[in-house]
């Protein structure tokens, strides 16, 4: 799919090193991929096609395209992660289209659900922005088998600590 492709090829060059989630709704979502600390948007690639017609359901813990309200084919580089189930979603909205699910956590909704909760406010006209930065340091790739690794550590109870 062109969406997967998109974030992968985003993803080899490094362009989501030190972006930051600019955009927290606590009731809905999380968005990051597209700024710098200070609300300085990165330039990105050419927009993509909107594939929202791809089966997938914008439910808690599922990562989708950002694009612009009007404009279904104007994802690029950002993205968000559903923090509740959003069904309106996956419904064409005022401009036909309703926004694609690529992806979904595996490891790491506890993270998504301390970001979910950061105070917000407005930052260079923006609103819903942090007020302390969230970043992201690095994203990369990873081999089935080390994904396979990281979910079953997940999976398995704390160890208790000797007293």
Same mark, same amino acid.
């Given at each position: 799919? &062109?969406?997967?492709?998109? +974030?992968?090829?985003?993803?080899? /060059?490094?362009?989501? *090193?030190? $972006? %930051? ?8 979502? &999380?968005?990051?991929?597209? +700024?710098?600390?200070?609300?300085? /948007?990165?330039?990105? *690639?050419? $927009? %993509? ?23 279904? *084919? ?90």
């Amino acid at each position: 799919p &062109i969406t997967v492709a998109n +974030f992968l090829s985003y993803t080899d /060059k490094g362009f989501y *090193d030190g $972006t %930051i989630f600019h955009r927290v709704m606590g009731t809905f979502m &999380i968005q990051g991929g597209g +700024f710098t600390p200070g609300i300085t /948007k990165k330039k990105t *690639d050419p $927009t %993509i096609k909107n594939e929202w017609r791809n089966g997938l359901k914008n439910n808690r813990g599922t990562i989708s395209m950002a694009r612009i309200g009007g404009q279904p *084919d104007s994802a690029s580089s950002q993205f968000f992660i559903n923090v509740v189930n959003n069904a309106t979603l996956d419904r064409p909205q005022r401009d036909g289209a309703g926004y694609a699910v690529f992806g979904h956590v595996v490891v790491g909704m506890d993270t998504v659900d301390t970001i979910r909760v950061v105070d917000t406010g407005m930052k260079k006209g923006k609103q819903d922005v942090p007020i302390v930065t969230v970043m992201i340091e690095k994203v990369r790739q990873i081999s089935d088998a080390d994904a396979r690794k990281l979910i079953k550590a997940a999976k398995k109870p704390p160890t208790s600590r000797p007293e």
